[in-house]
């Protein structure tokens, strides 16, 4: 990784005294299930005591949560079998997570499901609930069933729009807690930080479009600002999934994990043009089946968990089956559902396709995979505390342990309820302390550079495909180190130059992520969960631990998974 990533600290010049000033006690960043259920979460620990900022970089509903289809995996007593019980949601997890899940966290998130899910039945979240012989709704909640789960367990709203739901039922718990202000619209470049014995987080820098460049000043910082699904061409993230919190903690030196490792989602709908928008696992879980063109039905000569086998088999099986049958894509299978059971069950998806002419009823629907959900990110203790004081990190932005080398679907969601509240509860650690940050002269020079410019949104595609060719589901030692000569080579022309807006700033954050990524897939010479190395095909017992990088540092800290 070129010394470039390592040198600036700050994406723009600036002198913190001299820009406007807002101050609060705790600042989200993020506003997606994790941001938004911390911030209930400080809001009710301090009894309305703290004021809470939370920013969002675009609209409130611009984020992966709101466009979860799937559910929420969750044991509960009165939904599902009465044979499911925590031990196998554990077990599940850890099995997904291929021996680098670390226990007592995974056990922490799964046992903490059946206090989220009520409290957020309590307030308001129409979760679906079991139907009676008439089609009335019973009390007893619906659960699906998806890819490596043991039981049905996933709880779902209006069928295919749980992200929708959950992010609108916390957006107005949010707004109706006093102290609580939602900031949209609003960019946070870089993480501010002072450096004491130990540097200590103190706010953030932001860019709005009216009111330009502010600082805002936090006792503690929590970062929940989502992945980064957007350095791969092929994504089923929305556009703001640049990775910039990832990016401006690994610039405060932060230490960053397991960044190798990046879900990629089997079916998402595959027409040339047309965004990758998911068809949820939730749609093999009812019984669809995985067909190439010839009409073969190929999982089961996979795995024997055929077409509910773990995401990375099924993606890579699904590649495989493309070279094999020299096809683009491949087929999901719905034809044999009972009547009306697709679009009454996945009513969003369904409309979805009926737009772009393919009735699932009808026809099978073409499908290819995409990259979904970065299971690495900013490593932090039970706690959500990370490696830099006042800094506190939640949701698909973190790396708790919980995903190991791969998520188990389903769980993230889950995981942004526990440990936003667990992070919320935490910064309160400081406020209470009486650590309010008092505004430190804080300057950051940066000289103009000379090189000449390249286009942004040439390098920002290039990046995004070669990201994919060879970072993506198969990857090689050979070309991973060919991907890091040329994001270093975009690098030299892109991380010296000092940008006035978004556009700028995200290349810069997705060539910084891009290059971690790749660094770590370098280092990880062996193959576990969704990183599949071609030249090292099996997992390597001297990899089963968490790969940890900080700013300056050319070699991780090895961190030993905690499993049973
Ligand atoms: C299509 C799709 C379907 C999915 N289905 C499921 C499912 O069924 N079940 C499941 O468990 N998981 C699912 N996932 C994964 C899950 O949705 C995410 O992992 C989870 O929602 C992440 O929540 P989060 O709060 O961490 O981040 P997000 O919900 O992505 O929110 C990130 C927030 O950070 C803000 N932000 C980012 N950068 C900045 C910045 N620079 N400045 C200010 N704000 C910033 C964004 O504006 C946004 O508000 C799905 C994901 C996708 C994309």
């Not at 406007?20 to 993020?30: C, N």
């Not at 409309?351 to 995409?370: M, N, Q």
């Not at 509860?425 to 020079?445: F, M, N, Q, W, Y």
């Amino acid at each position: 990784m070129h010394a470039l990533f390592d040198q600036r600290r700050y994406l723009i010049p600036f002198r913190a005294t001299l820009l406007p000033q807002i101050f609060t006690d705790v600042l989200v960043i993020g506003a997606g299930v994790a941001g938004l259920r911390a911030a209930i979460s400080v809001a009710e620990e301090s009894k309305g005591a703290a004021d809470v900022i939370v920013t969002a970089k675009g609209k409130l509903k611009e984020s992966n949560t709101y466009w979860a289809q799937g559910g929420v995996a969750a044991v509960l007593p009165d939904a599902g079998s009465d044979e499911d019980c925590f031990t196998s949601h554990v077990k599940d997890t850890m099995v997904a997570g291929a021996d680098l899940c670390d226990l007592p966290i995974v056990k922490l998130i799964v046992e903490n499901a059946p206090k989220r899910i009520a409290e957020l039945v309590q307030w308001g979240m129409p979760f679906d609930h079991v139907l009676d012989g008439s089609d009335h709704e019973t009390s007893r909640l619906a659960v699906g069933r998806e890819g490596g789960h043991s039981f049905a367990r996933i709880l779902h709203s209006d069928g295919d729009a749980t992200g929708k739901r959950l992010q609108m039922t916390l957006e107005a718990r949010a707004r109706a807690c006093e102290h609580v202000r939602i900031f949209d619209q609003c960019f946070v470049l870089d993480l501010i930080t002072v450096e004491g014995s130990t540097p200590r987080c103190v706010g953030a820098i932001t860019h709005h479009p009216r009111y330009g460049l502010q600082v805002i000043w936090a006792a503690s910082t929590i970062l929940a600002s989502g992945g980064a699904g957007q350095v791969y061409r092929e994504s089923t993230n929305p556009n703001v999934a640049t990775g910039d919190g990832l990016a401006m903690a690994y610039r405060a030196g932060a230490q960053v994990a397991d960044l190798a490792f990046m879900q990629f989602h089997p079916t998402t709908f595959y027409v040339a043009g047309a965004s990758r928008s998911l068809i949820t696992e939730a749609v093999r879980g009812e019984g669809g089946r995985l067909i190439d063109h010839t009409g073969e039905a190929f999982m089961p000569k996979y795995h024997e968990l055929a077409d509910l086998a773990p995401r990375d088999i099924v993606s890579r099986a699904i590649l495989q089956q493309m070279a094999d049958t020299n096809a683009s894509h491949v087929y999901l299978d719905c034809r044999h559902f009972e009547p009306g059971l697709f679009a009454r069950r996945f009513p969003s998806i369904h409309k979805h396709l009926i737009d772009f002419g393919v009735d699932p009823e009808k026809a099978p629907i073409p499908i290819h995979p995409s990259a979904h959900y970065m299971v690495g990110g900013v490593w932090t203790d039970e706690h959500a505390r990370s490696s830099v004081q006042g800094l506190y990190a939640a949701g698909e932005a973190s790396c708790t342990g919980l995903h190991g080398a791969n998520r188990l679907a389903s769980n993230s969601l889950l995981e942004g309820l526990v440990m936003g509240e667990v992070a919320g509860r935490t910064a309160l650690e400081l406020v209470e302390a009486g650590k309010s940050p008092v505004p430190s002269k804080i300057v950051s020079d940066i000289r103009l550079s000379e090189r000449s410019e390249l286009d942004l949104a040439d390098v920002r595609s290039s990046l995004r495909s070669v990201m994919w060719r060879h970072v993506g589901i198969n990857r090689q030692g050979e070309r991973l180190a060919e991907v890091a000569e040329m994001i270093d080579f975009w690098a030299r022309y892109n991380l010296d130059k000092i940008f006035d807006e978004r556009a700028g700033w995200e290349v810069q954050n997705l060539l910084l992520i891009g290059a971690l990524m790749t660094r770590s897939a370098m280092w990880r010479r062996e193959s576990r969960g969704t990183h599949y190395r071609i030249d090292h095909p099996l997992p390597d017992e001297d990899f089963k631990v968490h790969d940890l990088w900080q700013r300056g540092s050319h070699q991780p800290k090895l961190t030993p998974a905690l499993g049973a």
